[in-house]
């Protein structure tokens, strides 16, 4: 697991439990703290049968379907093309068609990282956002599991 997933599991690990903590649940017919515990137990597996999401086991992240990419971070060929794009901008513009070949090549590969990096940071946002929802979900369902059962939750 690469640093980046790690950080993502961390920060997953830290927020699930914050916004169930963040739940406040009181015994407004007066039932027993056993009674409270039993139905909290309870409305927790029936939120995670309806939300299809459990916070005590958050998916482990996902990799990113990405391109394959060299060991450098760029797409294959990329440094190839620009190299190309380059020696006939070279050879054009300054008649050096070798110099401006090494240049393209440079900014191409360049160019690659940042798009690579871009769309990495973009499927670890949307998986981030789907968690989040997720979680949302559940907390909406144990919400009304818990009232049904005559609790008032905040």
């Not at 060991?71 to 070798?98: I, M, Y």
Request: proline fraction near 6%; include cysteine; charged fraction near 15%.
């Amino acid at each position: 697991m690469n640093q980046r997933n790690s950080w993502m599991l961390a920060l997953t690990a830290a927020v699930i439990p914050a916004a169930i903590a963040q739940q406040y649940v009181y015994p407004a017919k007066g039932q027993s703290s056993q009674q409270q515990k039993s139905d909290e137990a309870a409305c927790h597996s029936w939120a995670v049968k309806q939300s299809g999401f459990d916070p005590a086991r958050p998916p482990p992240p996902q990799a990113p379907a990405t391109q394959p990419t060299t060991a450098t971070g760029t797409t294959p060929g990329a440094g190839l093309r620009g190299a190309a794009r380059g020696a006939v901008v070279g050879e054009v513009v300054g008649g050096d068609a070798g110099t401006g070949a090494a240049v393209g090549a440079v900014a191409a590969r360049g160019q690659s990282r940042r798009q690579n990096a871009a769309a990495s940071q973009q499927a670890q946002q949307q998986q981030q956002a789907a968690t989040q929802q997720q979680q949302a979900a559940f907390g909406r369902a144990r919400a009304a599991c818990l009232e049904g059962r005559g609790y008032t939750v905040k």
